[in-house]
């Protein structure tokens, strides 16, 4: 059904190694495409966020503020029609921490979407563009390059990320996997989704908790 929106679900992980780490995110699907806003609160900051994308998931927007004592940061990245970048951000107080954003938005131009650091939720754009959800997703591993937003600091990089299918959703298992690793940071892992692609479980960084 075109346009179809179904109602927002609520989502919450754990940290793993961090086990005081929780992440919850409030996402409403749509006809290939989403809206979601969440947040993250560790013993050390707070930070709450949003995102919304086009049809085929491609991030449009993405908003995130940062709280700690004695400083906060603001950042938001904006992607236009035609795939061209822009950068806002804000400063309060002292930090040790290196500056938000990114020096030149060029080095995102073929970048679609957003990947927040130890935020399961960011992963599911690509999943569901890439169609790894179905037994008849492409063989081949697909490569992309993604704005990934450092936390705390909000430090922008552009990362070399590769998504490929381990198995498919299966309806009476109640998930799929998909292998996902970025050649940028040499990181490579094997995620646990739901149907609709969003992480059940991600070795060594969250897993997600009952629902209320």
């Excluded at 560790?42 to 085929?56: C, H, I, N, V």
């Excluded at 999943?127 to 081949?140: E, F, G, V, W």
């Excluded at 690793?181 to 990181?187: C, E």
Aim: aromatic share 8%; proline share 6%.
């Amino acid at each position: 059904m075109e346009n179809c929106v179904r109602p927002a679900r609520t989502l919450r992980w754990q940290g793993l190694e961090d086990t005081a780490r929780h992440d919850t995110a409030a996402v409403s699907f749509r006809d290939r495409e989403l809206a979601a806003g969440g947040t993250s609160v560790t013993d050390e900051y707070t930070a709450s966020w949003t995102l919304s994308t086009s049809p085929g998931w491609v991030t449009t927007r993405f908003s995130i503020r940062v709280e700690a004592p004695g400083w906060s940061r603001s950042l938001e990245l904006m992607r236009s029609p035609e795939g061209k970048w822009t950068v806002d951000t804000q400063v309060s107080g002292n930090s040790s921490l290196p500056a938000p954003g990114i020096e030149d938005t060029r080095a995102l131009d073929n970048a679609q979407d957003v990947d927040l650091a130890l935020c399961p939720l960011t992963n599911t754009m690509p999943i569901l563009r890439l169609d790894l959800l179905n037994a008849s997703a492409p063989a081949d591993d697909t490569k992309l390059t993604v704005a990934w937003v450092e936390m705390p600091s909000l430090r922008v990089l552009p990362s070399k990320q590769v998504y490929s299918q381990v198995s498919a959703y299966d309806e009476d298992r109640g998930y799929g996997v998909v292998l996902y690793s970025s050649t940028s940071r040499g990181f490579t892992a094997e995620l646990t989704v739901d149907a609709d692609g969003a992480v059940l479980d991600y070795p060594g960084m969250a897993a997600r908790l009952p629902s209320r």
